[in-house]
């Protein structure tokens, strides 16, 4: 395993990740009632996982998608600017990062999922 770096899930990452996925929004519950179990056409998706240095929302690594939830704190400019850098660096490892607002999730359930499936680029 020569130049082998560990990408996914770094052990200083883990208190961090239990730790959003027991204190889930309530856009990210709904949302993960959608995606767990892999009954979104058999993807399995993962909840507060770990990328980089990042914890990305969910992330399905079959599809190299990531999804991530957006409330008003996204609004600001400097978090703004922070997350088109982390969606750059995620894109560098060749992940899609899909963003939706949180009221999206329940004003539209049908349509997030709707996204997220035509984004898919294997087929079952």
């Known amino acids: 395993m020569a130049n082998s770096k560990k990408i996914y899930n770094k052990p ?3 208190d961090r990740r239990k730790e959003l996925r027991s204190n889930l929004t309530p ?3 709904a949302l993960w009632q959608m995606l767990k179990n892999s ?3 058999g993807r399995k998706f993962r909840r507060q996982h770990g990328i980089s240095c990042y914890i990305v929302d969910f992330c399905c690594r079959e599809e190299r998608l990531i999804i ?3 409330g008003e704190v996204h609004n600001d400019p400097l978090r703004a600017e ?3 850098i982390r969606d750059a660096q995620l894109r560098a490892l060749n992940y899609k990062v899909l963003h939706f607002e949180n009221k999206h999730v329940f004003r539209h359930p049908e349509g997030v999922l ?3 499936i035509s984004s898919f680029s294997k087929t079952h």
């Open 12 to 14: 200083r990452q883990t």
């Open 27 to 29: 856009a990210e519950a």
């Open 39 to 41: 009954q979104l056409l």
């Open 68 to 70: 991530e939830l957006d």
């Open 82 to 84: 922070y997350d088109s």
């Open 114 to 116: 709707q996204i997220i």
